[in-house]
T-cell receptor, first 112, second 112 residues
Framework: EAGVTQSPTHLIKTRGQQATLRCSPI?????VYWYQQALGLGLQFLLW???????NRGNFPPRFSGRQFPNYSSELNVNALELEDSALYLC???????????FGSGTRLTVV | RKEVEQDPGPFNVPEGATVAFNCTYS??????FFWYRQDCRKEPKLLMS???SGNEDGRFTAQLNRASQYISLLIRDSKLSDSATYLC?????????????FGTGTRLKVLA
């Protein structure tokens, strides 16, 4: 069974640009979660999508947005990039109910 | 007070030692609890769920104390391969929406 896949693995952008990160959940998982892990900090919850709808949102500005497609894959968009957006962005998926997330290996975003 | 707090460590222990981590949470309505393991520059992986009655998985024992609002992870007979960061996760479910809060993690180094 394929795990959660994220692309790209690494992304380098300049300040002010936009970044798009992609995530494909495990087959059969309908929920996708996005987290940010900045250096030295814990995992900060960004967004939760389930069945195409945004279900919950963390304490991030509106320039962090995303969507979930009919096939349950998801995109995270970060507009007007700032240097402090540099972090590892992790996507996780879970089936209906809660049995623990499965994380992808992440996208490392560097803003210069 | 942070929603989920962990001692960042590092805990440096010799092989074969027993080590315990605690994690405190602020929301008494939190419903489910987990320990994740994250290796350096890798994604977190579910180590074990934490049940009210306590649960054991090989050398790992997890316990929940709802009255004092903390969970613990005990590792017996530490192995070099146990060196990692251990993340505590708390699920706050309310009004049909879920919010999973990660602690910043406790670093464990098992020394030969």
């Amino acid at each position: 069974e394929a795990g959660v896949t994220q692309s790209p693995t690494h992304l380098i952008k300049t300040r002010g640009q936009q970044a798009t990160l992609r995530c494909s959940p495990i087959s059969g998982h309908t929920s996708v979660y996005w987290y940010q892990q900045a250096l030295g900090l814990g995992l900060q919850f960004l967004l939760w999508y389930d069945e195409g709808e945004e279900r919950n949102r963390g304490n991030f500005p509106p320039r962090f947005s995303g969507r979930q497609f009919p096939n349950y894959s998801s995109e995270l968009n970060v507009n007007a990039l700032e240097l402090e957006d540099s972090a590892l962005y992790l996507c996780a998926s879970s089936p209906v109910g809660w049995y623990g997330y499965t994380f992808g290996s992440g996208t490392r975003l560097t803003v210069v | 007070r942070k929603e989920v707090e962990q001692d960042p460590g590092p805990f440096n222990v010799p092989e074969g030692a027993t080590v315990a981590f605690n994690c405190t949470y602020s929301n008494s309505a939190s419903q489910s609890f987990f320990w994740y393991r994250q290796d350096c520059r890798k994604e977190p992986k579910l180590l074990m769920s934490v049940y009210s009655s306590g649960n054991e998985d090989g050398r790992f024992t997890a316990q929940l104390n709802r009255a004092s609002q903390y969970i613990s992870l005990l590792i017996r007979d530490s192995k070099l391969s146990d060196s990692a960061t251990y993340l505590c996760v708390v699920n706050e479910a309310a009004s049909g929406t879920y919010k999973y809060i990660f602690g910043t993690g406790t670093r464990l180094k098992v020394l030969a």
